[in-house]
């Protein structure tokens, strides 16, 4: 009996050790993973860092493919031992080593404070506007405000300093207290570029407001449909021209450096996108001006020999001069880049003295040359090659585009103006000046909205464009009978606010009419004893300038004080 139950004690003694072993091995450290065996096995496809693969792995291993694996392990054993308590302090944020701690804490306070501020006052602007605020019942005095779709936070915080910098005597660098918030700068070069803060599209205005300002500009519609252009349209505030009186200033001659361009000049006409003017005249020569008012600086002068000059105009591109003479039966293409001098010799499908007269599509495609018997010769304006002609009845005397080049009007001999289609190269409608025996000049507004006829009688009747359609007799809406010789030309001025017209037959004899009123100016020109005949005008391409060559080889300069712009 004693022998059996010493042995019952050592098998009872047995199994309570193998179960604390088992209990502890429960407990027991995973050295392996923490020593890097717990890795990717080296049958893997891809490589490990580039390193050799092997079968068995070094213990300075700690990482592989961006993985710390002894880190995923103590975390495992710390969730094994604290539960929930090291959960709660995994979601807290971490700090950088470095960091200041009391700078994130103010920054973190600071966008506290600013979106709370933000959520005040759009709560207080939603409950200051009423509910329908596109209502009819409203009564609201002012335009509704709305709310930005989205801030940045940082623009406040960001500032810029404005430097001015001066070439006269003085102090040169920063201005003091000149730091400004980076939204206003923002804000002042968008008015500086487009003339207001806001959009016209963007502003929430009032309905009955609007219709306050329609009432108020129901007297001036009419007024400021007339002076409306394709290129500068005029805002229901700007300041209409006065009619009667003309304020203008006589500046320097433009031409008073060189004086060299002959004594009859033939061509003055201004840049479109530069302050330049060239000056053409019978000496052949043609000259370019840098127009400033008080001075006008000479920048180059071309010499066409055995070339007197009849008509210059400039491309409409502005990169080239395209020159005729009465003399010769070619034109001549002055290239303002390179310098050079083209000759177009004459087309045989063109009559000879067809090069003399001509005018510029606006378009920059087409060249529309008086020929003889009735016909016009259209050119490619690029190739400078004919294309086809077109016939009329007597001869050509004038030719004008219109605003887009898709019209071609041209008056003759027996009175008749005829309207051209440019895309069909057809005739589609004509009809008879009124009163005239011998069409010499026609115009038409940048509105397309008037039509000017001159005549050999110095009549010049005022159509409106909208009228002459389907109507071979019209009446004009204005006939002017200022002047007593053949009108040798007509300009209205880019506004459409002026028309000019002036015959080279007799002394002084130029007019300026004003619109929509019909009506002359009565002081201008000023009458004088030493005045010479006009031989040619233009407008500058805002309308600030006048510019006008005469008889006695000088190009006047004037300044039109209502317009602001060159």
């Not at 506290?112 to 200051?128: G, V």
């Not at 008086?370 to 086809?388: C, D, N, P, V």
């Not at 409106?464 to 040798?488: G, H, M, R």
Request: overall charge positive.
């Amino acid at each position: 009996m004693g022998r059996k139950n010493k042995k019952t004690l050592s098998k009872n003694k047995a199994e309570s050790v193998e179960q604390l072993k088992s209990q502890s091995s429960e407990f027991q450290l995973d050295l392996g993973a923490l020593d890097g065996y717990d890795l990717p096995s080296v049958d893997d496809k891809e490589d490990v860092h580039g390193q050799p693969q092997s079968k068995k792995f070094k213990q300075s291993k700690p990482e592989v493919l961006g993985i710390d694996y002894r880190e995923r392990e103590e975390k495992r054993l710390e969730e094994l031992l604290f539960g929930e308590l090291f959960k709660k302090s995994e979601h807290e944020p971490q700090v950088k080593k470095g960091t200041d701690i009391k700078s994130l804490e103010s920054k973190k306070s600071k966008k506290r404070l600013r979106k709370q501020i933000s959520i005040k006052e759009s709560r207080e602007a939603k409950d200051a506007l009423p509910e329908d605020v596109y209502g009819k019942n409203l009564g609201l005095s002012s335009t509704a405000v709305r709310q930005a779709a989205w801030v940045d936070e940082d623009d406040e915080d960001l500032k810029c300093k404005n430097v001015q910098f001066q070439k006269e005597k003085g102090l040169v660098g920063e201005k003091a207290g000149s730091e400004t918030v980076y939204k206003q700068v923002l804000e002042k070069r968008f008015a500086s570029i487009h003339g207001q803060i806001t959009p016209k599209w963007a502003q929430l205005q009032n309905k009955d407001k609007k219709k306050a300002q329609q009432e108020d500009s129901d007297n001036e519609e009419d007024e400021q449909d007339l002076t409306k252009t394709a290129t500068n349209l005029l805002r229901k505030d700007s300041i209409l021209l006065p009619k009667e009186i003309i304020k203008y200033s006589r500046m320097s001659d433009i031409n008073k450096e060189t004086r060299a361009e002959g004594c009859l000049i033939k061509s003055v006409e201004f840049h479109k996108k530069q302050s330049v003017a060239l000056v053409g005249g019978d000496s052949g020569v043609l000259t370019l001006f840098q127009i400033g008012g008080s001075t006008n600086a000479k920048i180059q002068s071309i010499t066409f020999k055995q070339y007197p000059i009849h008509k210059a105009r400039f491309s409409a591109n502005g990169e080239e001069v395209i020159v005729s003479s009465n003399v010769t039966g070619n034109i001549q293409v002055h290239n303002l880049a390179n310098g050079r001098n083209t000759i177009i010799p004459h087309n045989k499908q063109m009559e000879q003295g067809s090069y003399k007269n001509f005018v510029l599509s606006p378009d920059g495609k087409l060249i529309a040359f008086q020929g003889q018997f009735g016909y016009i010769h259209l050119m490619s304006a690029r190739s400078k090659e004919w294309i086809t002609s077109l016939k009329m009845n007597g001869n050509v005397h004038a030719l004008t585009f219109n605003a887009d080049g898709t019209r071609l009007y041209s008056h003759g001999e027996f009175g008749e103006v005829y309207v051209w289609d440019m895309n069909g190269r057809v005739c589609v409608h004509k009809f008879l000046d009124d009163g005239c025996i011998t069409g010499t000049s026609v115009a038409i507004s940048p509105t397309q909205q008037y039509l000017a006829c001159g005549s050999s009688s110095g009549i010049v009747n005022l159509y409106n464009t909208n009228q002459l359609e389907n109507n071979s007799l019209p009446k004009p809406d204005k006939v002017i009978q200022n002047l007593v010789t053949k009108i040798s030309g007509i300009n209205f001025h880019p506004s459409s606010e002026i028309v000019s017209m002036f015959s080279s037959e007799k002394e002084n004899a130029v007019r300026l009419a004003h619109f929509p009123s019909m009506t002359i100016f009565k002081n201008f020109p000023i009458q004088n004893k030493s005045s010479a005949r006009v031989c040619t005008m233009d407008f500058s391409p805002s309308g600030g300038y006048m510019a006008a060559g005469f008889n006695n080889g000088s190009a006047l300069l004037y300044r039109l004080n209502h317009y602001d712009q060159y």
